[in-house]
C-alpha cells in the first residue's frame, strides 16, 4: 500500500512507514546509479509523489509538519538503502529546516511565501553553502532594483532535479566594502546551465554537478543577508546545528549499513578470535558515531538562541562522528575480508 503524508496524518512514524516502502527499491538502483555514474532522478521523483520534500514545512503552510529528529532519523534510515539518496536529500533537507526556522522565530524578511510555494509545488532545493561558505563565490553587480550574478557554483547535490538554488553572491559595495548576499535562484533560469562533471565514487548518484549563472537578474526584494565577506556571521549558528546534524545523520546511517553487511559476514568465522576482535572495535567506533550525531540532533532541537558556543561544539562532534564514521566503515571492509 502507498504511503502518502496527508492534512491528518503527519506523524514522524508515517514518514518511517514511506521509508520503509521506497527504501528497497532504492537499495536494487543503488549499484547501478554509481556505476552508470547517473543520478537518482527516479528516486526523488517517488519521493516527491509521497510529498517527503515538504514533510518539515509546518502543517499551517500546507506541508507535514515534520520535527527535525524526525527528519534525521528519515535521513540515517534512508542512507541504510542508499547513501547517495539520502546524502543528497539531506541537501534540500537542511535548506528547508533554515527556511522553517525563520518562520519559528519571526525572521524577516519572511520565508513563509517560499515555503508554501514548496509545499504546493513539492519543490526541490539545492545548497551551494559548501564552497561558498564564508566567502561566498559569484560576482554580483549593481543594476536598477537588483544585481546581476555571474559565477559558478560547485557541489549542487541534486541539482539535477533541482528547482531554486539557495546561494549566495559577493558584491563589491564601494562603501561597505566586500559583501556577501544571500538570495535563491531559479533553476529553471534560461542563464543557469547544470554540468554534467560529477563522477566520484561511491556517491556518482547525488548528482552534485556544478551549477554555471550567468548574467541571472536577482531582484533587491530578493535578497534575504547581507553580510561582511569573510566574517562570522549569526546565520552561521543558525544553520550550523540543523545542516551538519542532518548531514551527520546521512554517515552515521552509511556506517550502520556497514556494520550490518559486516556482522552478516562475521558469521561464517564466528570462532576466529581475530574477527571477533575487529568486530568489537567496529562497534565501539559505530558507538562513537552514534553518540556523537544524537547530541548534534539534541542541540539541533533545542528551542534555545543560537550561538557560537552551540556551533563551536556542533562542529567539534561533526569531526569526532565524521572521523568514526571513516574507521566504522574500514573496521566493516577487515571483517568482510576479501569479499569486501
Not at 563522477?199 to 526584494?221: C, H, K, W
Request: aromatic share 6%; with cysteine.
Amino acid at each position: 500500500m502507498t504511503t502518502t503524508l496527508n492534512q491528518t496524518e503527519r506523524s514522524d512514524d508515517n514518514l518511517m512507514a514511506i521509508v520503509a516502502e521506497l527504501g528497497p527499491k532504492f537499495a536494487e538502483r543503488a549499484a547501478g546509479h554509481d556505476v552508470e555514474g547517473s543520478f537518482v532522478a527516479e528516486n526523488f521523483q517517488e519521493m516527491r509523489e509521497r510529498k517527503l520534500f515538504s514533510a518539515a514545512i509546518p502543517v499551517e503552510l500546507g506541508g507535514g509538519g515534520a520535527s527535525h529528529a524526525g527528519m534525521c532519523q528519515v535521513l540515517r534510515e534512508l542512507a541504510h538503502y542508499d547513501g547517495a539518496t539520502a546524502l543528497s536529500f539531506s541537501m534540500h533537507s537542511h535548506l528547508l529546516a533554515t527556511l522553517c526556522y525563520r518562520v519559528r522565530n519571526s525572521m524577516m524578511p519572511s520565508s513563509e511565501p517560499a515555503l508554501r510555494k514548496i509545499a504546493a509545488e513539492e519543490l526541490v532545493l539545492v545548497s551551494t553553502g559548501a564552497s561558498d561558505w564564508l566567502d561566498g563565490s559569484g560576482e554580483l553587480t549593481k543594476v536598477e532594483d537588483g544585481y546581476r550574478l555571474t559565477g559558478r557554483k560547485i557541489f549542487g547535490s541534486g541539482s539535477p532535479a533541482g528547482d531554486l538554488l539557495l546561494t549566495m553572491g559577493v558584491y563589491q559595495d564601494p562603501e561597505a566594502g566586500p559583501t556577501v548576499m544571500h538570495f535563491a535562484v531559479n533553476m529553471h533560469d534560461d542563464g543557469v546551465t547544470v554540468t554534467d562533471d560529477w563522477d566520484t565514487l561511491g556517491m556518482r548518484g547525488t548528482g552534485s554537478n556544478s551549477v554555471q549563472i550567468n548574467d541571472v537578474f536577482i531582484p533587491e526584494a530578493g535578497i534575504s543577508l547581507s553580510r561582511t565577506q569573510g566574517a562570522w556571521h549569526k546565520f552561521f549558528d543558525i544553520i550550523s546545528p540543523l545542516a551538519f546534524s542532518m548531514i551527520m545523520s546521512v554517515y552515521q546511517g552509511i556506517a550502520e549499513s556497514a556494520r550490518n553487511i559486516a556482522v552478516e559476514q562475521a558469521k561464517k568465522k564466528a570462532e576466529d578470535t581475530m574477527v571477533q576482535g575487529e568486530v568489537g572495535a567496529m562497534e565501539n567506533e559505530l558507538l562513537t558515531v552514534q553518540c556523537s550525531v544524537a547530541e548534534m540532533v539534541r542541540i539541533a532541537s533545542e528551542d534555545t538562541p543560537p550561538t557560537v558556543e552551540k556551533s563551536d561544539l556542533i562542529f567539534r562532534h561533526k569531526t569526532i562522528a565524521a572521523n568514526a564514521a571513516i574507521r566504522t566503515v574500514e573496521k566493516a571492509m577487515a571483517v568482510s575480508g576479501g569479499q569486501a
